[in-house]
């Protein structure tokens, strides 16, 4: 009973020990806001403190039941340290706004309805089907999911690759690995899908109500976040920037998490920077005007400046802490995140030194030791590690983001004075490509930018640079991978857009006039982005068969967790059954996630010929390959007819012991599964 309920007690865990954490370091929040943070930073540490576990004992059962009991008995520590603070923050909890509520209760509505409908749908024959990006992205997550759970695979080799040390962010889907203990594999994989898609969104909101102060431009902002961006296929338009929810919130599961941390972090940069910096200048003004008038008030200005100082130190500490755990969760986010922070450090510092001289410059200074030093303790062991899979396709010289532009711009005269020419066309190019693909985001965000308090224009700036930056480095072999870097200043833009949209129908007096440019507005942002939805909906290609999940089932039960499967490799079968739901290492998975990932295209083509080679009838490479078991089923006749080569099925049945073999009847289609046992 208790090992079918241990995911309940491990989120349950979580969500205390985050809530513990704020309550210790005194961070003030509102309710639903403190809700929110509580469930995100405590599973951040949970799951880190399960993959340490897991890593150690090479066990998940272990790890799950020991990281639910360090997460319990750390929260009582932690009210044990701060009862009173406790006892504010839980009145403070059940104080939620009405308004609030309803908004964060449409958005669960949301990612329900988008999960359930879009992400592993099942039919009524036992077919699981996935809109289009999910379905070509979930096999590399749940090839993860498995060979934690069923592989033992600790510490993590990639399965898709002849299991050569993994550096991946993987900690999104370990927690899938948990949850797969006493979940089936379905409901492991949408539970924290919706969990930290609800908190993502909702920290966005309460990102832009702390630099907005408005709750309409707030819900804008989300509304916009979701429904922006353009379908997918209309490259030939140059158009690239895709609707967010497509491209990376359904699909890419490491975002979900990563992005949530970093808007909490964005909140706690911005309320330690800003906020509560203007509290202490004002404390220290009206420590020196009470300075005249009277000893007793000058003391109390003192005591809260110096209290506005300590709580800085706590938020920045946090903010560092969640950064330094970010690498192993979402490298992107941990990229923009950790730039982001060094903008404001040195930022902070010359105003210090402006404003204050060598006295306020130490006291920031001391301020951001709270800040980089867990950020560095935990930050670079991942980091180190990452770097050993970074290959020469990594951070380029990439200008115009993709293909297309960059060959343009490359293509103009860039010696001598002709280069002015050329940077001056490169900028006319780039502009004009953005405002097609921003359509009339081009325009809602510099109105939102000239509209925005002082302090938002400053902590929108380093958002701005990673725009600009990403626009001239490729970070990853496939350059269409930055979009992970301009959702983040996507993220902070439509804030702006949001604000702007306000802004502009409070100045305009009829009531007609407003509903009507509010509605084309609305319309022409959010237009593209709900034909994608209709999309989604519509076009779901299936992912798994129930033959599919049969043959995963024999291969859990029958082969050891660290066999080796001679199976599809290349360009075909990126949903093969064996890596992607029995959780076994196969010579080679799908080329475009490797290559992505950084891997050598020779070598993949070296091993791909060999796999072509051994179905051919070579069985003697099959020793020098560490070959276990060899699989012929649909997926491997798809790849034999692509790569124009017949099955040597006399071969195999000579040479290797036949262990399984079936006939499934899977859309009307008669469908063969053989798995020999190869040594």
């Given at each position: 009973?208790?090992?079918s309920?241990?995911?309940l007690?491990?989120?349950?865990?979580?969500?205390?020990?985050?809530?513990?954490?704020?309550?210790?370091?005194s961070?003030?929040?509102?309710?639903?806001?403190?809700?929110?943070?509580s469930?995100v930073?405590g599973?951040?540490?949970s799951?880190?403190?399960a993959?340490?576990?897991?890593?150690?004992?090479?066990?998940l059962?272990?790890?799950?039941?020991?990281?639910?009991?360090l997460?319990?008995?750390?929260s009582?520590?932690?009210?044990?340290?701060?009862?009173?603070?406790?006892?504010?923050?839980?009145?403070?909890?059940?104080?939620?706004?009405?308004?609030?509520?309803?908004?964060?209760?449409?958005?669960?509505?949301?990612v329900?309805v988008?999960?359930?409908?879009?992400?592993?749908?099942?039919?009524?024959?036992?077919?699981?089907?996935?809109?289009?990006?999910?379905?070509g992205?979930?096999p590399?997550?749940?090839s993860i999911?498995?060979?934690?759970?069923?592989?033992?695979?600790?510490?993590?080799?990639?399965?898709?690759?002849?299991?050569?040390?993994?550096?991946?962010?993987?900690?999104?889907?370990?927690?899938?690995?948990?949850?797969?203990?006493s979940?089936?594999?379905?409901?492991?994989?949408?539970?924290?899908?919706?969990?930290?898609?609800?908190?993502?969104?909702?920290?966005?909101?309460?990102l832009?109500?702390?630099?907005?102060?408005n709750r309409?431009a707030?819900a804008?902002?989300?509304?916009?976040?979701?429904?922006?961006?353009?379908?997918?296929?209309?490259?030939?338009?140059?158009?690239?920037?895709?609707?967010?929810?497509?491209a990376?919130?359904?699909?890419?599961r490491?975002?979900?998490?990563?992005?949530?941390?970093?808007?909490?972090?964005?909140s706690?940069?911005?309320?330690a920077?800003?906020e509560?910096?203007?509290?202490?200048e004002?404390?220290?003004?009206?420590?020196?005007?009470a300075?005249?008038?009277?000893?007793?008030?000058?003391?109390?200005?003192e005591?809260?400046?110096?209290?506005?100082?300590?709580?800085?130190?706590?938020?920045?500490?946090?903010a560092?802490?969640?950064?330094?755990?970010l690498?192993?969760?979402?490298?992107h986010s941990?990229?923009?995140?950790?730039?982001?922070?060094l903008f404001?450090?040195v930022?902070?510092?010359?105003?210090?030194l402006?404003?204050?001289?060598?006295a306020?410059?130490?006291?920031?200074?001391?301020?951001?030791?709270?800040?980089?030093?867990?950020?560095?303790l935990?930050?670079?062991?991942?980091?180190?590690?990452i770097?050993?899979q970074v290959?020469?396709?990594?951070?380029?010289?990439?200008?115009?983001?993709?293909?297309?532009?960059?060959?343009?711009?490359?293509?103009?005269?860039?010696s001598?004075?002709?280069?002015?020419?050329?940077f001056?066309?490169?900028?006319?190019l780039?502009?004009?490509?953005?405002?097609?693909?921003?359509?009339?985001?081009?325009?809602?965000?510099?109105?939102?930018?000239?509209a925005?308090?002082?302090?938002?224009?400053?902590?929108?700036?380093?958002f701005l640079?990673?725009?600009?930056?990403?626009?001239?480095?490729?970070f990853?072999?496939w350059?269409?991978?930055?979009?992970?870097l301009?959702?983040?200043?996507?993220?902070?833009?439509?804030?702006?857009?949001?604000?702007?949209?306000?802004?502009?129908?409070?100045r305009?007096?009829?009531?007609?006039?407003?509903?009507?440019?509010?509605?084309?507005?609305l319309?022409?942002?959010?237009?593209?982005?709900?034909?994608?939805?209709?999309?989604?909906?519509?076009k779901?290609p299936?992912?798994?068969?129930?033959?599919?999940?049969?043959?995963?089932?024999?291969?859990?039960?029958?082969?050891?967790?660290?066999?080796v499967?001679?199976?599809?490799?290349?360009?075909?079968?990126?949903?093969?059954?064996?890596?992607?739901?029995?959780?076994?290492?196969?010579?080679?998975?799908?080329?475009?996630?490797?290559?992505?990932?950084?891997?050598?295209?020779?070598?993949m083509?070296?091993?791909?010929?060999?796999?072509?080679k051994?179905?051919?009838?070579e069985?003697?490479l099959?020793?020098?390959y560490?070959?276990?078991?060899?699989?012929?089923g649909?997926?491997?006749?798809?790849?034999?007819?692509?790569?124009?080569?017949?099955?040597?099925?006399?071969a195999?049945?000579?040479?290797?012991?036949?262990k399984?073999?079936?006939?499934f009847?899977?859309?009307?289609?008669?469908?063969?599964?053989?798995?020999?046992?190869?040594?």
């Amino acid at each position: 009973m208790l090992e079918s309920l241990s995911w309940l007690f491990f989120l349950a865990s979580s969500f205390l020990l985050g809530f513990a954490v704020l309550s210790v370091l005194s961070i003030r929040l509102a309710a639903e806001e403190r809700a929110v943070f509580s469930f995100v930073v405590g599973s951040t540490f949970s799951v880190w403190l399960a993959y340490i576990l897991a890593l150690l004992r090479k066990s998940l059962s272990d790890a799950i039941f020991g990281s639910t009991a360090l997460c319990f008995l750390l929260s009582l520590a932690f009210f044990y340290i701060r009862r009173k603070q406790g006892k504010f923050v839980l009145k403070e909890l059940a104080m939620l706004d009405k308004k609030t509520s309803i908004f964060l209760a449409s958005v669960l509505i949301y990612v329900l309805v988008m999960n359930l409908c879009c992400v592993l749908r099942p039919d009524s024959e036992g077919n699981l089907h996935a809109m289009v990006s999910v379905w070509g992205d979930y096999p590399f997550h749940t090839s993860i999911i498995t060979s934690f759970t069923y592989g033992n695979n600790f510490p993590p080799v990639y399965l898709q690759f002849l299991g050569k040390p993994m550096h991946y962010p993987v900690l999104m889907d370990f927690l899938s690995a948990l949850l797969l203990l006493s979940l089936d594999i379905r409901t492991a994989i949408l539970l924290p899908n919706v969990l930290f898609q609800f908190c993502l969104f909702a920290s966005l909101f309460f990102l832009s109500l702390r630099l907005t102060g408005n709750r309409i431009a707030s819900a804008l902002s989300c509304f916009l976040f979701m429904f922006s961006g353009y379908p997918p296929g209309l490259d030939a338009f140059n158009i690239h920037f895709l609707n967010p929810i497509y491209a990376v919130i359904l699909p890419q599961r490491t975002a979900i998490l990563g992005m949530s941390i970093s808007f909490i972090v964005y909140s706690l940069l911005f309320h330690a920077f800003f906020e509560q910096s203007e509290q202490v200048e004002g404390g220290k003004r009206g420590s020196e005007r009470a300075g005249k008038r009277g000893s007793e008030r000058r003391e109390g200005l003192e005591w809260q400046n110096q209290c506005s100082v300590c709580a800085v130190r706590k938020e920045l500490f946090l903010a560092g802490t969640l950064i330094g755990l970010l690498p192993y969760i979402h490298a992107h986010s941990f990229i923009v995140t950790t730039f982001v922070l060094l903008f404001f450090a040195v930022f902070a510092s010359l105003n210090a030194l402006r404003k204050g001289g060598s006295a306020e410059f130490a006291r920031v200074f001391h301020a951001l030791i709270f800040l980089f030093s867990p950020l560095f303790l935990f930050a670079l062991p991942q980091v180190l590690a990452i770097r050993t899979q970074v290959s020469e396709n990594f951070f380029m010289f990439y200008p115009g983001w993709t293909d297309k532009n960059r060959d343009i711009i490359l293509g103009f005269n860039w010696s001598g004075a002709s280069a002015i020419i050329s940077f001056i066309l490169s900028l006319f190019l780039m502009l004009k490509f953005w405002i097609l693909n921003l359509n009339v985001f081009s325009f809602l965000i510099p109105l939102g930018f000239y509209a925005v308090k002082r302090a938002v224009k400053i902590f929108y700036m380093p958002f701005l640079l990673v725009f600009v930056v990403a626009n001239i480095v490729k970070f990853q072999p496939w350059y269409w991978d930055n979009y992970k870097l301009f959702l983040h200043w996507f993220s902070l833009s439509v804030v702006l857009a949001g604000f702007a949209l306000l802004w502009m129908c409070e100045r305009l007096k009829k009531r007609a006039l407003r509903v009507s440019v509010l509605s084309a507005l609305l319309i022409s942002a959010t237009f593209f982005g709900a034909v994608t939805h209709a999309a989604m909906f519509y076009k779901q290609p299936t992912l798994w068969t129930p033959a599919d999940f049969e043959v995963a089932a024999w291969v859990r039960e029958n082969t050891h967790p660290e066999s080796v499967f001679l199976t599809a490799g290349g360009q075909v079968a990126h949903n093969h059954p064996v890596p992607a739901l029995a959780g076994r290492r196969i010579l080679l998975g799908y080329e475009g996630w490797l290559w992505s990932h950084g891997f050598n295209w020779s070598e993949m083509q070296e091993v791909k010929r060999a796999e072509i080679k051994m179905f051919s009838g070579e069985l003697s490479l099959l020793s020098k390959y560490g070959v276990d078991y060899v699989c012929v089923g649909p997926y491997e006749e798809d790849f034999a007819r692509v790569n124009k080569f017949k099955i040597n099925i006399s071969a195999l049945n000579n040479a290797l012991d036949l262990k399984y073999e079936r006939v499934f009847h899977v859309n009307g289609k008669k469908v063969r599964w053989r798995i020999y046992k190869a040594a």
